[in-house]
């Protein structure tokens, strides 16, 4: 975890300028296949049923990591290999706010080390708030992470209550997160 608020922010600042990722949505390779790779519900990542433990190849995983019409996968130029997730691939680990109230930006850092700041192009929602609340923020290209339980509730405490629901605010939007 970040020892302030604003370390996210300044992670994600210091980050090297032109850093992207490959255009998975542009290759459209004539071999596919399966491989026994699993993302489970927490973002952990398996291989044959035990956990890859190096950090360094899930996050290149990631970066090469789609969601098609029929399942996710991962895809390089010459090949696509659909893997199981069991949700969704990531999962939001830290959460860092920077201003307040409408004006509030809510920086999310995931699992694999993506930064996603809550806004019109990564929606925050909840799913089933009443009676078993999952929380999403879109991530990037149809890929989605699950806020971890702590985050959940950090997100919580910041909120407010508008029209009876829990709402958070991010990049000039409103989010529910709940009935109040």
Not at 6 to 14: G, R, T, V
Not at 51 to 58: D, E, G, K, S, Y
Request: with cysteine.
């Amino acid at each position: 975890m970040s020892s302030t608020p604003e370390s996210l922010f300044d992670e994600l600042a210091a980050l090297p300028e032109g850093r992207s990722l490959p255009p998975v949505a542009d290759w459209h390779p004539g071999r596919s296949g399966r491989i026994d790779i699993t993302i489970d519900s927490h973002g952990n990542w398996h291989h044959e049923g035990a956990p890859i433990r190096r950090p360094a190849m899930v996050k290149l995983f990631s970066t090469i990591l789609r969601h098609d019409e029929d399942g996710y996968c991962l895809v390089t130029p010459a090949e696509r290999l659909l893997i199981e997730v069991e949700d969704v691939p990531f999962a939001a680990v830290e959460l860092a706010v920077r201003g307040a109230g409408l004006a509030s930006e809510l920086l999310f850092r995931t699992n694999v080390d993506d930064y996603v700041l809550a806004g019109p192009q990564h929606a925050l929602w909840v799913e089933d708030p009443l009676n078993n609340p999952r929380p999403y923020i879109r991530v990037r290209g149809g890929l989605n992470a699950r806020l971890n339980r702590a985050v959940f509730y950090q997100l919580v405490d910041l909120s407010q209550v508008v029209d009876g629901a829990h709402c958070v605010y991010s990049d000039g939007e409103r989010f529910v997160l709940g009935p109040a």
